[in-house]
């Protein structure tokens, strides 16, 4: 990491875990042969990829033959999507959310195009979704209801379970985009009616480039990567095996850490929550906080643009965000916070701060020490007011 930078980002991208770096070296050079090879030479690569896939397993408490690796969690949301409307040609509508991610978001813009039917569930004021709203418009015509598991700019948490039991009632399948729950909280998929499962490794230390999807067995899947036999055929194309690798060690380093780390998570955001709430004037918390995961705060300064905000702190070597990274870029407020109807003068002011288990006490006690005047100056300067 750059020297004396703060990173709090997280929900963004993590950095990748020393050990996980160690771990996937060697599949770059010594054991480069493909997996698929019928040689030896490939053949323990092979035996490696399974491994990892256990480990990985092993973080969700599913069976390893559940799990097919993919680039990202994006690929792994458009694969379900697609899959689901093909398996169920007589079935046109999709429901998701309207605070999700635009991994889900984009694909159900382009099926209406085409003439889908896709309906985006409202949430309350806290984030939490309207599960009343949910049982009234699903029906049998839904081929899939997609949700979240936990909001990449609140961090709040939908309760997933019950979501799936809804869809399965009117015979729809269920999958939940988990990018920001896995690692964070702890997840039995043994114990769920979850069909699909949505994953990306570098929101947990492992690299950019890896991820999976779960597929619940005996749920059918119509495969969205064709040419080749890889994965059981669930997702053809020679295997990134160095990431594959990585992801297995990030899922083992993530479950040893996970009771330890994220209470230290929790304590040291309900610190940096608390006190910069305490301290600055016209600050607000937006989602749930009684079920979030633990890493996640996102705080609304009234009357000032968060970018002015990121932009300061990132002179005193903070990095933080204003929601997620692949929407920066527009002066529209957090689509996430506009269906919450977070007033206008705070949606534009919002932070989300996002921590790892690398995070330490120093450092946010820094950001607790710098915000407060940052504030304070920007709305003297504030076309707003206040």
Known sequence: MEKNVIYLDNNATTRMADEVMDAMLPYFTSFYGNPSSIHSFGGQV??????ARESLAALLNCYSDELAFTSCGTESDNAVIAGSL??????????????????????????????????????????????????????????????????????????VHEIAEIAHRHGALFHTDAVQAVGKIPIDLKESNIDFLSLSGHKFHAPKGIGALYIKRHTKFNPFMLGGHQEKGLRAGTENVPGIIAIGKAAELAAEHIKNSLNNM???????????????????????????????????FEYIEGESILMMLNAHGIAASSGSACTTGSLEPSHVLRAMNVPYTAAHGSIRFSLSRYTSKEEINKVIDVTPSIVKRLREISPYGK
């Open 46 to 51: 092979h035996k490696k990829i399974e491994d």
């Open 86 to 159: 093909k398996m169920n040609s007589f079935r046109k509508k999709i429901i998701t959310t309207q605070v999700e991610h635009p991994a889900i978001m984009g694909p159900c813009k382009k099926l209406q195009s085409m003439g889908y039917f896709v309906e985006y569930c409202p949430v309350d004021h806290m984030g939490r979704l309207r599960l009343d709203i949910l049982s009234d418009i699903i029906d049998d015509t839904t081929a899939l209801v997609s949700t979240m598991w936990a909001n990449n700019e609140t961090g709040t948490i939908f309760p």
């Open 266 to 300: 929790a304590e040291l955001r309900d610190e940096l929550e608390q006190k910069l709430i305490k301290v600055c004037p016209d600050a607000r918390v937006n989602g749930d906080k009684e079920r979030r995961v633990p890493n996640t705060t996102n705080i609304s």
